[in-house]
């Protein structure tokens, strides 16, 4: 079994000029915004597109944590890669959840033989609102433009969503599969690469379709339904790719204080500067944590992946943002620079990075999504709803995942987040913070209850409150994590300073020094 080691090893010494995946052959594709052709080749080579197929249906997928952590390695060398080649996951997935098992085993074929799979979503103008849509696939045969498609260009399967009803609503739309190879000439033509400020050699583009034929995935009409239970697992990869970024700024950060000397010291012995890096350092164990959990409930806990993957996608991007800013302000200068430092990948990953958090819905989508949530969360808080068996396999590293049933996955998490809700009854570790983080929820789930729902015209305040009940659930994942696993108390405490900061304003300045420390000195 290949593992992300594996892969590591393969890609080599990003600052050796003459291997493929080095900074300098990456930094060149970036300024002549060229698609990574021969780096998806070479991970083609390397067999990860076999990871992207279920092997129910004769992949190697078996463990999602370990696929995170796969596409985690190469977003930790480019980000416009790892976008580029693990977007076949994406495209695919409908077909894992609802294809039968025929549809599912040559598309696991295809995608083993590296072919791409793309997966058309949005339209021009009607962006995240997919009942908006208006591509029909009408008696099969699809018409109409889908925009800002990643590979929608270079793809030869496609998996689309397309109105079937002309009624349309929640049972008006399919998901259909589209292979470009088998279309009839002139049933469709590709819209030009649109330019991006990051990831600029991606194939972000769009494709019109005229009465171009293409077969069902899964029930007629259920369509939005398998879209919405995809996206629980696309959410949470995204989680991967800014594990990757953060994996890079800090290195670079790290190494650069290392090194740089002024006023006639290294910059890492400046007070200020070992604060900043420790409360990075801290940011990404928190990011870890929530990723952590998020990629094993898809074994674990299938039935509140809608909450899950929402405070994945909504937390995660908006952390790692916020420590690749940090660790810009530490690099000055070259952190805008294009020539210098790596060749300019840390100005490359900044611009790259701030995408993640608009694939797969925006933080607004996602945070929407749980303040839809807020009575149920609310409800399971109060009554201390937990599935203790569940959540015990989730968080017990020690164990691996079981099986993964994907027929589990809801719309809704109607019991809210056994994570969060073992909080008011659990057994809290003597962690400075630990009993601070419990007040905090007892307070925030009190707010949501008195949250009224509101189809429309949502307020500010409660997406405020949906980012504290984030905040909530990554304090559950950390001190989850820490009581059953043990580890590192210094982390831990830092981890939760870090929350607590943000959700009660609690003082964390030491926290991060002690952790600067550790870091340094291993």
Known sequence: MTTAADLDRVLGDPADPRLLFSYARLAELDRAEEFPADHCRELDRFG???????????????????LLELIRTVARRDLTVAVAHAKTFLGSICVWLAGDHDQAGRLAREVRAGTPVSWALTERGHGSDLLAGEVT?????LTGQKWLINNATRSSLLTVLARTSRAGGPRGFSVMLADKRTLPEGSYRHLPKVPTHGIRGADISGIEFRDAPATLVGEPGGGLELVLKALQLTRTFCAGLSLGAADQALRQATSFTRNRHLYGRRLIDMPHVRRTLGEAHAGRIVAEAVTTVAAR?????????????????AFVPARVDELIAACGTLLGARAFLTEVLDHGAFQKLDRDHRVVAIFDGSSFVNQNTLINHFPALARGYRKGTVDEPGLRRTLDMSLPPPAADTHELALSSR???????????GYLPELPGAAELRQACEEVHEQLARVAPAV????PESFALAQRYELCFAGAAVLGLHVVNGGDESRATAALAYILARLTGRPAGAAYDRLAEEVLDA
């Open 48 to 66: 990860l597109p076999a990871h992207y197929a279920p092997a129910r249906f004769g992949g190697d997928l078996r463990s999602y944590p370990e």
């Open 137 to 141: 696939a009408y008696g099969g045969r």
């Open 297 to 313: 409930s898809i074994h674990t806990l299938p039935g509140e992946m809608a909450v899950v993957s929402a405070v994945a996608k």
């Open 415 to 425: 019991n809210g987040s056994s994570l969060v809700q073992r909080l008011r009854a």
């Open 456 to 459: 429309r015209d949502v307020s």
